[in-house]
């Protein structure tokens, strides 16, 4: 494994991490306690150090999943980064929760979930810009740091072009931003990135694989089922402009040999402002194979 800082925050975080949406269930897969604690066990042995969650993942259930792993391991091993901001009802429906009030208890719910007593890092999840400028979200935020209960804030950006969000991120005392970046997903690049440069914030990269295009498994007749989030955009123009585009990817940018999974991640870190990309996985297989990325950056 290689590590790069953080940005500012002056943690030194493995370049992958472990996304966990697909604990919520929103995935294909309903996860058992010792299903997601075989992931983030293989995860902890080939030297990842974060994981992301957020509190509407299956309404706290990822949070909780993490926390029980957690008990069987050392919490101080592990950079905790979770989002706040919605309510999850079922699966595919949850609605903003941005007040200050929401946003504490949401804070305490993740707390008692998680296992424990501070969040190493506690992110803004991808609110329009009317919730964002809130000045007395971020002053009770700021009142949470000081109590230790949150040790970074970070903006994760719904918008992989939200500039206003990014160029604000040290005003509200924010350190990381997560977006959206990938091989089909190159936004960021324009605004945001050299946003976070001048800043010297961190950056999680979310969607490295481009919710499954990337990873060379899938083609036009892949069918997913009714409680993966993918089944949503089956049979839409832009699921076959992307997969026609990944497929012409494979043919003419992966090397021969290479899984395409392992290149698409590595890709993204190529770029020397992401500091850390955080792909799904429903086993740890696939966290073997995301870790192995990795070995094809250049020192």
Same mark, same amino acid.
């Given at each position: 494994?290689?590590? #790069? ?10 370049? !992958? ?18 299903? *997601? =604690? ?25 949070? #909780? ?5 957690? &008990?069987?391991? +050392? ?23 941005? =007040?200050?009030?929401?946003?504490? @208890? ?19 999840? =991808? ?15 700021? &009142?949470? &740091? ?9 903006? =994760? ?10 160029? &604000? ?20 690049? @324009? ?11 961190? $950056?999680?990269?979310? $969607?490295?694989?481009?919710?499954? %295009?990337?990873?060379? +498994? ?5 069918? %997913? ?15 076959? #402009? ?35 990309? !955080?792909?799904?996985? @429903? ?7 995301? *870790? ?5 950056? +250049?020192?």
């Amino acid at each position: 494994m290689k590590y #790069r800082l953080l940005g500012k925050t002056g943690l030194n975080v493995s370049v !992958i991490g472990i996304g966990t949406w697909q604990f919520g269930g929103e995935w294909g897969i309903n996860y058992s306690q010792e299903e *997601a =604690s075989a992931v983030l066990r293989r995860g902890k042995e080939l030297g990842i150090n974060l994981i992301d969650t957020a509190e509407c993942y299956g309404d706290h259930l990822s949070e #909780r999943l993490i926390g029980g792993y957690l &008990k069987e391991d +050392k919490r101080e091993d592990w950079i905790l980064a979770t989002k706040f901001g919605h309510h999850f009802h079922a699966n595919f429906t949850r609605d903003d929760r941005a =007040s200050t009030e929401d946003v504490l @208890k949401q804070l305490e719910d993740s707390l008692t979930a998680l296992g424990t007593d501070y969040i190493d890092l506690y992110q803004f999840h =991808s609110l329009p810009n009317e919730a964002f400028d809130n000045d007395d979200l971020w002053t009770m935020l700021d &009142k949470q &740091k000081q109590a230790g209960k949150i040790c970074h804030l970070g903006i =994760s950006i719904g918008s992989n072009e939200n500039i206003h969000q990014t160029d &604000k991120a040290t005003e509200v005392g924010a350190d990381v931003i997560q977006v959206v970046y990938n091989r089909l997903d190159r936004k960021p690049e @324009k605004e945001v990135f050299p946003s976070c440069e001048r800043q010297n914030l961190g $950056v999680l990269a979310r $969607v490295p694989l481009a919710s499954g %295009f990337l990873s060379g +498994k899938y083609n036009k007749s892949s069918v %997913f089922p009714s409680n993966d989030v993918r089944s949503r955009a089956a049979g839409t123009a832009e699921r076959e #402009r992307l997969l026609e585009e990944a497929e012409n990817i494979a043919r003419t940018e992966v090397p021969a040999g290479v899984p395409m999974a392992e290149w698409a991640l590595a890709w993204c870190l190529q770029n020397p402002v992401v500091s850390c990309v !955080i792909p799904g996985c @429903k086993n740890p297989e696939q966290v073997e194979s995301n *870790a192995r990325a990795a070995e094809l950056l +250049k020192d």
